[in-house]
């Protein structure tokens, strides 16, 4: 059975840096894909940065430069470097991993940033 599980989230001021993870359980990690998602209140669910299982990635235009997204295959764990936060960045931050065409969705983690 395939859990996804973020941790990391919290208060931040504007200008810092916050590190989510996601841990994953279940085989095939390594050809899973994976993905960072955030929802503001009152908006839609977007995407904010993914990794493919070949380890290509690709960002969101509003967070490219800002944020990496990595993956320790061992550690079935994927990581969302977030730096120079900003109060727009608020949101509950989801991770979400692809395998076989199915995917799994973790409880997110709030992140907010002040101003």
């Known amino acids: 059975q395939v859990q996804v599980v973020e941790s990391g989230g919290g208060l931040v001021q504007a200008g810092g840096s916050l590190r989510l993870s996601c841990l994953t359980s279940g085989s095939g990690f390594s050809i899973s894909a994976m993905g960072w998602y955030r929802q503001a209140p009152g908006k839609q669910r977007e995407s904010v940065a993914s990794?493919?299982?070949?380890?290509?990635?690709d960002y969101a235009d509003f967070v490219r430069g800002r944020f990496s997204i990595s993956r320790d295959i061992a550690k079935y764990t994927v990581y969302l470097q977030m730096n120079s936060l900003k109060p727009e960045d608020t949101a509950v931050y989801y991770c979400?991993?692809?395998?076989?065409?199915?995917?799994?969705w973790g409880q997110g983690t709030q992140v907010t940033v002040s101003s």
């Open positions: 990794i493919s299982a070949g380890g290509n990635t």
């Open positions: 979400r991993r692809r395998y076989r065409g199915t995917d799994y």
